[in-house]
């Protein structure tokens, strides 16, 4: 048992927190995988001696990373939101670090109350692999149409039907989304895509930075976008890039949510 | 068994190599334990169908990393050096990447002929733990005296009888090592510890490091290293600073080694 005192004060927290998806099988619990959720939830309720359902943003894939993840949980009482940090940092494993807690209103929900999301990608473009970017980016050692990548994602801006950019079994009915900023940034041999939008489909920044690589490469034209939104068909789309280059960079909620102004 | 041409080349081939230390036992084959050499000579070893052994520049440490690690190994026949970096590349585990290789004179050998060997040590120093980083480097988030770590740092130069900067159970008899170089770059939240040197004890790296980070957080006088070094007793210096933050940096040879300049 913990050494900590428990104090009676409970109630909604919301919990940034990063993590190095190589060794998750995702976010969502899966009975018997080790997964973000299961480990978060296992260590809140091995700690108040009661279960605690965690709630995050959406799901990641197996093997996505996160900068900044934001979940919320219900506690009966426990350590104040401005212990949590401290008290969770030491008993998380070292591939999950809690950033920041807040105590919030129980109006917030981690995925209902979201604004905006941003994913970044990213490829490295060294001629030889690199051991050391390896678990966090994907090796594209082939010249890259730049401009032509940037042409090709400003097709996807705004609000479109993404089905030619979600797993072909995604599960859900409606896949209208909208797409606020698609950024390209080169730094050295780093390429950073960064994917802003209301919500994103299983597979869809993956998918879209694959045929943006398939763009870049010279396989598929900029101009054929259009036509693939269109065709609403996975078929139509480009590969589907590696897991392992993908992090959750960021989460939006409204600035002020229930009366208290929301941080990072 | 593979479908490329087995050429009769053969003879001694030197070959550089990455890694990421995170997943392997160290450097040295141990029975039942994933190792560097371990699965360098199986891979070899599966692809030649008969045992080749691997000789390392020497040993990294469970969890320490290497960006070019040098080994031999002598072929009775196989791929010509120029082909063996893309064969290995499609065997070899995604956290050992070869580098180069090239055939070398028999009179080669990857730990005796070395002239110089240079160590990093990757010290993190932001406010908040990165789970990116976390796997490469220490995280150190208290202040730092820079500049109390270079004269600590610059007392340790030259020749030296270096017994309080290793284990206490260092095999080798003989303790005298030279630094040539002990180097402190600052990159933002960065500081890397650059240290070449003739050879290193074990742990040696470490110990110069946590000793370092000692005199850079208060707890121990930069002029104290003079005393400390001719104390030979383990006990007098500093800590030991964590195996993940290491990489093994550079491995130096003779420019010209039997007729051949040898290549990084």
Redesign the interface.
């Known amino acids: 048992m913990s050494t900590e005192s428990v104090e009676s004060r409970g109630g909604r927290i919301r919990l940034v927190v ?3 998806g190589a060794d998750f099988h995702g976010f969502a619990r899966q009975k018997g995988l080790r997964t973000v959720q299961g480990v978060l939830e296992d260590t809140l309720s091995n700690l108040l001696g009661t279960f605690i359902e965690v709630h995050g943003s959406g799901r990641t894939d197996k093997g996505v ?1 996160a ?1 900044a993840q934001v979940v919320h949980f219900d506690l009966p009482y426990g350590p104040p939101a401005d212990r949590i940090v401290h008290v969770l ?1 030491r008993r998380l494993p ?4 809690p ?1 920041s807690a807040s105590q919030v209103d129980s109006t917030f929900h981690a995925r209902f109350s979201v604004v905006r999301k941003t994913y970044r990608y990213h490829i490295f473009r060294g001629n ?5 970017k ?3 980016s994907w090796h594209v050692p082939e010249a890259l149409d730049i401009a032509a990548m940037r042409r090709a994602g400003a097709h996807l801006v705004g609000e479109h039907d993404f089905t030619s950019f979600c797993a072909a079994a995604a599960p859900q009915e409606d896949k209208v989304r909208t797409i606020y900023e698609l950024r390209i940034e080169e730094s050295g041999e780093d390429l950073y895509l960064y994917c802003a939008g209301s919500g994103f489909l299983q597979y869809m920044v993956r998918i879209i930075t694959g045929t943006l690589v398939d763009v870049g490469l010279g396989g598929m034209s900029a101009e054929r976008l259009p036509d693939i939104l269109a065709a609403k068909s996975r078929e139509a789309a480009g590969r589907t890039a590696p897991a392992h280059g993908l992090c959750l960079w960021n989460v939006e909620y409204p600035i002020v949510y229930g009366g208290r102004v929301l941080d990072l």
């Open positions: 990063s993590y190095d990373h900068r940092s070292n591939d999950i670090i950033i030889l692999p690199d051991v050391f390896y678990r966090f």
